[in-house]
C-alpha cells in the first residue's frame, strides 16, 4: 500500500525544490503562484490538515503536461539502476484539455488539498464507468488527473507493479459538450510499442475507455477537497 504522505509545508518544499513553483524572488503577478504564496497557503491549510493529505497546486499553474517529467521513478535494468523521467501517450497531446466532470467541486484556489486519498485497488476491473457510481455511492469523490499526478510526484512508490490507478474525475469535452471517452491513468510502462524499451518502468500518462476494464488499474478518489 502506498506511503503515508509528508507534512503539508514539507509537500509545498518539494514542489519548489524541483523548479514547478519558482522561487526566483521577484514579486509576484496577480496570476502567478510564486514560492512565498505556495509556502504560505500551505501553512495556512496545515492547520486543518488530517494526517496523509495530499497538498495540490491548480492545474493553471502546474498543468499535467509540466508534472510529466518530474514524476521519476528508479528502475533497475541489466546494466545498472537508472532514473527514468515519466511522460504522457504520443497519442494524448491533448492531456491539459482533460477537466473536472460535470459535479466535481475542485476549489477555486491556487493550492488545496484533497484529503484520504485512496489508489482504489478494490475496483480494480471495473469500468470507469461503474466505479464513479460506487464512488459516489461511498460519499467520495474521484481523482482529477492533475491530483493523481500530484499524488504520483509527491511519493513514486504509489505506482507498483499491477495497482496503478486511473482518475475519472478528469474528462476532455468535445465542441459539441458531450465528453471524450477517454479517461486519463497513471501506470507504470512496460516499453512495449511506441513507449520504447527506454521508457520500460517509467510513470507513464495515458487514457483508458469510459466503458473498458482493466485488473491492474484501481479508481482513484478523495474524501474531500479544502482550500485555505
Known amino acids: 500500500m502506498p506511503a503515508a504522505l509528508p507534512p503539508v509545508p514539507a509537500q509545498a518544499d518539494r514542489l519548489v525544490a524541483l523548479g514547478l513553483v519558482p522561487d526566483d524572488g521577484t514579486p509576484a503577478a496577480p496570476d502567478r503562484l510564486d514560492a512565498a504564496g505556495l509556502r504560505s497557503a500551505a501553512r495556512r491549510l496545515a492547520v486543518d490538515a488530517p494526517p496523509g493529505a495530499l497538498l495540490v497546486v491548480h492545474p493553471r499553474h502546474l498543468s499535467p503536461s509540466a508534472l510529466a517529467p518530474h514524476l521519476r521513478r528508479t528502475v533497475r535494468t541489466r546494466t545498472g ?6 511522460f504522457v501517450v504520443e497519442d494524448m497531446t491533448d492531456v491539459d484539455a482533460f477537466g473536472p466532470v460535470d459535479g466535481l467541486e475542485v476549489p477555486d484556489a491556487d493550492v488545496y488539498l484533497v484529503n484520504g486519498p485512496e489508489r482504489g485497488d478494490e475496483m480494480a476491473n471495473a469500468s470507469p464507468q461503474e466505479a464513479a457510481a460506487r464512488i459516489a455511492a461511498r460519499g467520495r469523490s474521484p481523482l482529477t488527473l492533475a491530483e493523481g499526478a ?3 510526484l509527491q511519493d513514486p512508490e504509489v505506482l507498483e507493479p499491477g495497482r496503478c490507478f486511473m482518475t475519472i474525475g478528469s474528462r476532455r469535452r468535445r465542441p459539441d459538450g458531450t465528453y471524450d471517452a477517454r479517461t486519463p491513468a497513471l501506470w507504470i510502462s512496460g516499453g512495449t510499442g ?6 520500460r518502468g517509467a510513470t507513464k500518462i495515458g487514457w483508458c475507455w469510459w466503458r473498458n476494464r482493466h485488473t491492474w488499474l484501481g479508481v ?3 474524501d474531500d477537497r479544502l482550500d485555505p
Open 220 to 222: 482513484a478518489s478523495t
Open 194 to 199: 511506441r513507449d520504447g524499451s527506454t521508457r
Open 150 to 152: 500530484q499524488w504520483v
Open 81 to 86: 539502476v537508472v532514473e527514468r523521467e515519466g
